[in-house]
């Protein structure tokens, strides 16, 4: 589902930069997406870090295809097989302390 700012971000962006409108016309019809989990909002978020939205489409593809996104997943699956999906180390341990912190912190709240 595309953020309901979107366009009118585009808008906004291309009037006050040229650079980025440049960027924004190349994009075509790619769009942040939004999410009723937040874990997995702030995954989408962490992976798609400096990377293309199409390259963050096809990791997310490949990590979906090996296990669930949810923190308890993504807590166990190993480091070597999130690597082998195309995350880079950092975007592991990103997301492997996300994952810890939520998992821990609910489960502090529920005793």
Known sequence: MKVNYW?????????????????????????????????????????????????AASIKKKITSKVKITAKDIERIPEEILKNCGLSRMKISYLKDLSSCLLYTSDAADE
Not at 16 to 37: A, F, M, P, Q, V
């Open 7 to 55: 366009e009118e971000a585009k808008k906004e962006l291309s009037i006050k930069d040229d650079n980025l409108k440049k960027i924004i016309d190349k994009s075509g019809n790619e769009y942040l997406t939004k999410s009723k989990d937040p874990f997995i909002t702030l995954f989408n978020s962490i992976l798609g870090q400096q990377i293309s939205v199409s390259a």
